[in-house]
């Protein structure tokens, strides 16, 4: 919103502003999704443990908002999907103020833009154990194993960290973090429950490649999924 003047304020502006938000906001969350969708078709078994766990915690009804946060295993196969498929390679992008010097000597001009790159962080594995293998449930077992509390976060798929930069970092990290969170699992809440999915017999069990360009990480547009309503559903 900084090319609104606060004097006499375009219209234009404002509602292109808005525009670019809404669509920046959709598309990255339909690409989360898709992505995520494109693992649980390549790991079918894991969809089963899923579901189990949907059930326990919020029964056969009509998904409850507050269910959501206690579906750890379902959070952590996202985190994980952000981190194998995280939807730009580039993140925290800065514009320097003034003329900064890191203590390696490096050096950013005034007005220059830098960028922190994601990928060799998500797959170094002196950060994750083998980190071009898809764990889903790497860091909802890495919280038990730490004995965190309930009410701990660290490892949730909203919390950024200078290991995880699907968010950027900082007070500048997505502030729509909140909002894909919840809109992602309800939609892969429905499908694991509703249908059984799978991929046809011409992929031979591989998840579909993503489309990586300009440092952008996109979901097969391609590909075909054959979807199956479940036999045990309540569809009433």
Not at 46 to 72: C, F, K, Q, T, W
Request: net charge negative; with cysteine.
């Amino acid at each position: 919103m900084s090319c609104v003047s606060e004097a006499e304020p375009d219209p234009r502006a404002i509602i292109g502003t808005f525009l670019l938000v809404d669509q920046v906001a959709q598309s990255t969350t339909q690409m989360t999704f898709m992505h995520a969708l494109y693992y649980v078709v390549a790991y079918p078994e894991y969809a089963e443990i899923l579901r189990e766990e949907i059930e326990l915690v919020n029964g056969d009804g009509p998904l409850a908002y507050r269910s959501l946060e206690h579906l750890h295993k379902l959070d952590s196969f996202l985190r994980e999907t952000q981190r194998l498929s995280g939807l730009s390679n580039f993140a925290m992008a800065r514009i320097a103020l003034q003329d900064y010097e890191f203590s390696n000597g490096v050096k950013i001009p005034k007005g220059e833009m830098a960028l922190a790159i994601g990928n060799p962080v998500h797959h170094d594995s002196d950060v994750y154990e083998d980190p071009l293998e898809f764990k889903p449930f790497r860091f909802s077992e890495r919280a038990q194993a730490e004995a965190l509390g309930k009410g701990s976060k660290k490892y949730d798929m909203i919390t950024p960290s200078p290991q995880f930069l699907a968010w950027g970092l900082g007070r500048h990290a997505c502030p729509g973090r909140w909002y894909a969170s919840m809109v992602v699992k309800h939609l892969m809440v429905y499908i694991i429950t509703k249908y059984d999915v799978k991929l046809p017999d011409s992929a031979k069990g591989k998840r579909p490649a993503d489309w990586n360009f300009m440092g952008s990480c996109v979901p097969n547009m391609t590909t075909q999924l054959l979807f199956k309503r479940r036999d045990d559903v309540d569809w009433e």
